[in-house]
């Protein structure tokens, strides 16, 4: 029987994830679309790496804007098709842990990363390691305190807003961060917030926003969601080292 390293027991977990991932289907991937349009008012020009490009929503948004892209995912079926969809991306199938550049970058993006990770904060150290004098580290994740979330833990379909859901459990989830938590984990990795910020006012799941909701309706609540990042369903950090 062959036995499995640890790193070996994540890539299987990964390719799991990618063999049926929800990540780019209706409200989800529309939230991950405005997300990568949102993390375009940030970017610092030059050479830009991503983190976890999944099926590479973020990237269509990237290779509008750099022309020195760097893509790393530990799932082979991603990198398969990212490298198909994107010949000119530079993919790298690697663990993050594991992924060790011989080069800088001036932006670096983690879309829906940090709360699928083991050591978040190892990961936003390695990071700030590969940053450029004055370059960005972009990222994004899911909100505990989203109103979906409360609503749900009065009802009784959650103990806490902290509790993984079907959702959470089906893409692979560690954690479900509030906002101090997602802030500290970058002031513990060394990194300097410059903006903390949220979009997606959410008052129903992802299932029942598919079902009822307007295009219309879903944007509207990505912007109105800005404005209340405290209680949206997605957070997002600008740092620097």
């Known amino acids: 029987m062959t036995q499995q390293t640890p790193n070996s027991t994540e890539r299987n977990k990964l390719e799991a994830i990618a063999a049926d991932s929800w990540y780019a289907l209706g409200a ?9 349009r949102l993390f375009a008012r940030y970017f610092r020009p030059g050479a830009c790496l991503e983190l976890g490009p999944a099926e590479g929503i973020n990237t269509a948004e990237l290779v509008k804007s750099f022309d020195d892209l760097t893509c790393v995912d530990g799932a082979a079926k991603f990198c398969v098709a990212l490298r198909e969809r994107f ?19 001036d932006t670096i993006v983690l879309g829906h990363v940090l709360e699928h990770v083991e050591d978040p904060v190892a990961i936003l150290r390695r990071a700030r390691g590969w940053l450029q ?16 979330r409360q609503m749900a833990v009065v009802m009784g379909l959650l103990a806490t807003e902290h509790s993984l859901n079907e959702s959470d459990l089906h893409h692979g989830h560690r954690r479900v961060y509030d906002p101090e938590k997602f802030r500290s984990d970058f ?11 949220g979009y997606w006012l959410k008052p129903l799941s992802s299932r029942q926003i598919d079902e009822t909701w307007t295009p219309e309706m879903v944007e509207s609540s990505m912007v109105v969601g800005e404005r209340y990042p405290d209680i949206s369903a997605e957070i997002y950090v600008v740092a620097t080292a």
């Open 133 to 148: 004098p004055g370059g960005r580290v972009l990222a994004c994740v899911p909100n505990a305190r989203s109103i979906h």
């Open 87 to 105: 010949p000119k991306v530079n993919v790298v199938e690697a663990m993050f842990e594991e992924f060790a550049p011989e080069r800088r970058f």
């Open 28 to 36: 989800n991937g529309k939230s991950v679309a405005y997300q990568a």
């Open 187 to 197: 002031l513990a990795a060394g990194l300097r917030i410059e903006v903390f910020g």
